[in-house]
Structures are given as structure tokens and as C-alpha cells.
């Protein structure tokens, strides 16, 4: 069963820092791209960065340089670290891969950025 798990969204103010996590099981993890994705209220699920198997990373324009993906394969875990946190970056960020013709998403990790 393909599972994804997000952690480490929080409260943070802005030009804070975050990292997120997302542990994935019952797919061969090294294989597949890895997606983070996030949604703010009222609005669409937007994709926020693509981290590759080989760790490189595809950032997104809303994100752009302030963002690095990683992925530790050891642990089937791929990260998310955020820097100079603005209030639009508030939303609910998900996990997603695309494995066996499936698309899976995590739960999501709550992320707000206020002062």
C-alpha cells in the first residue's frame, strides 16, 4: 500500500524558515519523482517543486529561490526547506507521486505564515 506522511508545517513568522518531510512507503522510492504541492483556501492546488531521483530539484515560479528539495533514499523520506516565509506561502502543502499509472497524495501539513 503506497502511503506518503507529511510532517513539520507550523506557525511561522514572516521571513521564517520551515522544513517539511515526507515519509513514503510500499513503492520503490528511488524510482519515482517526488511532488510538493500546496493549496491555500480558495484557491488550487498548485505544484510548489519537483525533487528528482537524483535529488535535483525543479522549483516552482510562486517559490522560486526559496525553496531546496532533498531526499534522504535511505530513509524513503524527500524534504522540503523554506526560507523568507511570506503570508501568501500560507496553505496546506502536499506530498504527491505518481506510481503505477496512480496519483497519491499525503494527508498535507498545515503552513502558516503570520506575524
Known amino acids: 500500500q503506497v502511503q506518503l506522511v507529511e510532517s513539520g508545517g507550523g506557525l511561522v513568522q514572516p521571513g521564517g524558515s520551515l522544513r517539511l518531510s515526507c515519509a513514503a512507503s510500499g513503492f520503490v522510492f528511488t524510482w519515482y519523482d517526488m511532488n510538493w504541492y500546496r493549496q491555500a483556501p480558495g484557491k488550487e492546488r498548485e505544484l510548489v517543486a519537483t525533487?528528482?531521483?537524483?535529488?535535483?530539484?525543479t522549483e516552482k515560479n510562486p517559490v522560486k529561490g526559496r525553496v531546496t528539495g532533498s531526499r534522504d533514499n535511505a530513509s524513503n523520506t524527500v524534504y522540503l526547506q523554506m526560507t523568507n516565509l511570506k503570508s501568501e506561502d500560507t496553505a496546506v502543502y502536499y506530498c504527491q507521486v505518481l506510481q503505477g499509472g496512480r496519483i497519491v497524495w499525503g494527508q498535507g501539513t498545515q503552513v502558516t505564515v503570520s506575524s
Open positions: 525533487i528528482h531521483p537524483d535529488g535535483s530539484t
